[in-house]
């Protein structure tokens, strides 16, 4: 697509409101072109669409018809989480109808630099993390994206200097076309939404969008000891690559570095910054980061890793990855009761985030685990935790398929949420069973492994209704 100023008394077609397609109707339509936003959920459940049909938007709730798509449409802006398979957008295919995400349309909108982070697990930590290193080193960075602020909104508040930090999921890349962040972080990659993407082939080859019109001048961040990304560095990335590593060492990158008897008294691991020279630099103990867990210490090289290569100073680096405390809904800490901790993590939509979260205890622990069946197998983190998970609670659709492989694998303590409950009080009885099974010293963890859709709006109100239910235990 070109800058939405060219599409001026053009049609353009938004499709799915939210927040994202909320902020690029206002876009299109302060450049003068002709929009119509149309989104499939009833009138009522729209609440932005009054407020668009006041500023002259044409907006059509319910349905898709068939006169929204046709030869005249310039333009068609997606909701990420639509899929291609709906009627309007095969017939935009069909007519050859350019059909892009918003964060396509906000790329054209900014001059910023952007640092484009993705991955199957922790990209709102890493994003807010470097976003938090930015800031300490008095950047003034806008963290925006996947995140919760619209990459349109926040690209047109920001000036030439200001880092745009942003979280992108693989629907919002899938629909790029010129896209070309600064900075590309690529986390890890897992068997995850292939329920949208259909293929993993599909799922790899939308995160890899995130190199494809880097340049020389630009910077690849990624883990070397992911073998998919180690893959596409191999094979897509053009750009400057900065490795990082939570395992290996590295000739030159962020990795961690484990003393030993002659060269340090004490054994301490530290996150440590190799330059291309080699010119070695100590930045914090591992011991000293304020999230736990070695996927959250993985979460961190990346976060240093993006915010060196936008310049920030070391001793800023440092301070944050001491200081921040984590972000909602990610391994969160709700409370301790009668010697069991209790943590939230809503987050984990698929069995990986489980496993990473998992890694995070020594603690025996009761799981709270289930949700959307997009067909997870969980028999993996159940034999990998066999010793370590004391307790199964299973909720949502997946629930007999968690109550099945926890018995397969030899866990006596299982519990089924009753279905017939309504979401509140199901997370209630999901509750009230794993602090039943729990004892003192105990992790009682909430990580579904699931999405949210079969019974929730979102991650976020499900994690915000577990931690209601446990400060109601």
């Not at 939308?206 to 191999?234: G, H, Y």
């Not at 070391?314 to 209790?342: C, M, P, Q, T, Y």
């Not at 309504?422 to 999901?430: D, P, W």
């Amino acid at each position: 697509m070109n800058h939405p100023e060219t599409y001026r008394d053009k049609e353009v077609v938004v499709l799915g409101l939210a927040k994202s397609g909320y902020a690029v109707a206002k876009v299109f339509h302060q450049y003068g072109a002709k929009v119509t936003v149309n989104d499939l959920k009833k009138r009522e459940d729209c609440p932005e669409a009054d407020a668009l049909e006041a500023s002259g938007i044409s907006v059509i709730c319910g349905e898709h018809p068939d006169s929204l798509i046709h030869p005249g449409v310039a333009l068609i802006v997606k909701n990420p989480g639509i899929r291609y398979s709906i009627p309007p957008m095969v017939k935009a295919a069909e007519l050859g109808i350019e059909t892009v995400t918003e964060v396509e349309v906000a790329y054209h909108l900014t001059r910023s630099p952007i640092i484009g982070i993705t991955g199957s697990n922790g990209k709102t930590t890493t994003t807010t993390w470097i976003g938090k290193m930015l800031g300490e080193a008095g950047m003034s960075p806008v963290v925006a994206g996947n995140i919760g602020v619209p990459l349109c909104e926040a690209a047109g508040h920001t000036d030439e200097d200001q880092w745009l930090v942003v979280e992108l999921s693989s629907f919002q890349l899938k629909g790029t076309k010129d896209f070309a962040p600064r900075i590309a972080c690529l986390l890890n990659i897992c068997e995850t939404h292939l329920d949208y993407h259909v293929s993993m082939e599909d799922y790899i080859e939308s995160k890899a969008k995130l190199f494809d019109n880097q340049t020389e001048s630009d910077t690849a961040v990624i883990n070397w000891d992911d073998p998919i990304c180690r893959s596409l560095a191999e094979t897509r990335v053009r750009s400057r690559l900065l490795p990082f590593s939570l395992r290996q060492t590295l000739p030159y990158g962020v990795y961690v570095e484990t003393e030993n008897s002659e060269s340090g008294p004490d054994g301490s691991s530290w996150v440590v910054y190799v330059e291309s020279s080699g010119n070695k630099h100590r930045i914090a103990r591992l011991e000293e980061l304020g999230l736990p867990g070695l996927f959250n210490a993985e979460n961190a090289l990346a976060a240093a890793s993006a915010a060196i290569a936008a310049g920030a100073g070391l001793e800023a680096i440092r301070k944050a990855l001491i200081e921040f405390r984590g972000v909602e809904h990610r391994l969160e800490w709700v409370r301790d009761l009668n010697g069991i901790s209790i943590y939230n993590n809503s987050k984990a939509t698929n069995p990986l985030a489980t496993i990473k979260a998992l890694e995070a205890f020594m603690q025996p622990v009761v799981w709270i685990g289930g949700g959307l069946d997009r067909g997870s197998d969980f028999s993996g983190i159940l034999s990998q935790f066999t010793r370590q998970i004391k307790a199964v609670v299973a909720l949502g659709e997946t629930r007999q398929k968690i109550v099945n492989a926890a018995r397969e694998t030899g866990i006596n303590q299982v519990h089924s949420v009753d279905t017939a409950k309504n979401n509140e009080g199901a997370i209630a009885e999901a509750v009230r069973a794993a602090y039943t099974f729990a004892q003192p010293g105990d992790v009682i963890l909430f990580s579904p492994s699931c999405a949210s859709w079969d019974m929730f709006a979102s991650y976020e109100e499900r994690g915000r209704m577990f931690k209601e239910s446990v400060h109601n235990l």
